[in-house]
């Protein structure tokens, strides 16, 4: 970080909130130091601040404060022609007197925007900040949860980055909290994350899957309402929750199949609580072997469809999945369901 920050502007890009976040802690602490208190801080989006307004908020003075930290988010939606040439013009002739910060999860700034802005601000104040890679998120967490003076086994770590968003702003606050649930030095396992789950949340992924196995679909429905109108989840996070847990029923039907005793099959899959193998057992009771395998397959679409999809239109798509899952087995929508294919007419769920 350069030695004079003030006066100065600051391009922060890309998805990873934690170390963005810690950037722009480092950033205050320089400004506090410079000016010998802490700026002032205003947080600006296009959508409620007009750029044209937010450069008057850098230009103009202010007599009780030393310093002006000025963060506008969003900065990959601005494009309009205006907007450009006001950030462009502030830019060159920036206001000794404050800062001022683009922030984007996006890796990039429009590019009228970004071409011409890379010529005014320093290689060192335009950082972009990526995700880990798939093969080091692990690795950090071990060593993240290792500074607490706290053990975590490898299977438990993979539990925790299924649920948790990937960036390590959201992984170090649930590993925070894990490690003040479970007290200092504690060696985490998988029923420990579980069971810090149950505590933390009223209605979670692991309820949800309880619901699932006894395939009621109204019971379903309603503890997936209650997730949704939380908001402790996101779609995708509830997605992975589910495909670890079918991934685990999946092994313990094969197990069965190969003449493993439950007991023994429950030890090698690591699930040991009294209450979670009674959701095992009955999901390998309500479930095939061949329902299991749609499922999972099922499951990696929904994944996708999350992930592309606005928004919007994933109330609709959740409700949809829980219902091809408890209803359908894993049977894609649109396919024809062994039932329709009965001349029995009394067919129905599976038994209970």
């Known amino acids: 970080m350069s030695k004079k920050p003030a006066g100065a502007v600051f391009v922060l890009l890309g998805p ?28 600006c989006y296009p959508a409620d601040s007009s750029v044209e307004e937010v450069v008057r908020l850098l230009r103009t003075g202010d007599l009780f404060a030393s310093h002006r930290l000025v963060l506008l988010y969003d900065a990959e939606s601005v494009k309009g022609r205006n907007e450009v040439a006001a950030l462009l013009e502030y830019a060159e002739h920036p206001n000794t007197d404050a800062t001022l910060v683009l922030i984007s999860d996006a890796p990039r700034l429009d590019s009228k925007l970004e071409t011409k802005l890379k ?45 948790v968003e990937n960036n390590t702003e959201d992984l170090k606050l649930e590993a925070d909290r894990l490690c003040l649930f479970l007290g200092p030095d504690a060696a985490i396992g998988v029923e420990d994350v579980e069971r810090f789950v149950y505590h933390s949340k009223e209605e979670n992924v692991f309820t949800l ?41 999946y092994t313990l039907k094969l197990l069965e199949e190969a003449r493993f ?30 329902e299991i395998e749609q499922i999972l397959e099922r499951l990696v679409e929904y994944d996708t469809l999350f992930r592309s999809l606005r928004p919007a239109m994933h109330r609709g798509l959740e ?18 369901h062994p039932e329709a294919l009965s001349p029995d007419p009394a067919a129905t769920l599976p038994a209970r």
Request: charged share 25%.
């Open 16 to 43: 990873e909130h934690g170390e963005k976040k810690e950037y722009l802690e480092k950033l205050k602490a320089h400004l506090k130091k410079q000016h010998g208190s802490a700026p002032d801080l205003y947080r």
């Open 119 to 163: 010529k005014q601000v320093p290689s060192e104040r335009w950082k972009v900040f990526w995700e880990m890679f798939e093969n080091q998120k692990k690795g950090w967490l071990v060593g993240y949860f290792r500074k607490q003076g706290v053990q975590i086994t490898g299977e438990a770590a993979e539990l925790i980055l299924e649920l």
């Open 209 to 249: 899957f309880a619901a699932i196995a006894e395939r009621t679909l109204s019971g379903s429905l309603e503890v997936l309402q209650k997730i949704t109108l939380s908001g402790v989840s996101e779609p995708v996070q509830l997605v992975a929750g589910l495909l670890w847990q079918f991934r685990n029923l």
């Open 261 to 290: 005793g439950r007991a023994e099959a429950f030890s090698r899959l690591n699930i040991r609580s009294k209450r979670n193998q009674r959701t095992y057992a009955l999901a390998a009771e309500q479930f095939s072997r061949g």
């Open 319 to 336: 409700q949809q999945l829980i219902y091809v899952l408890v209803v359908r087995g894993g049977l894609a929508v649109g396919s024809p």
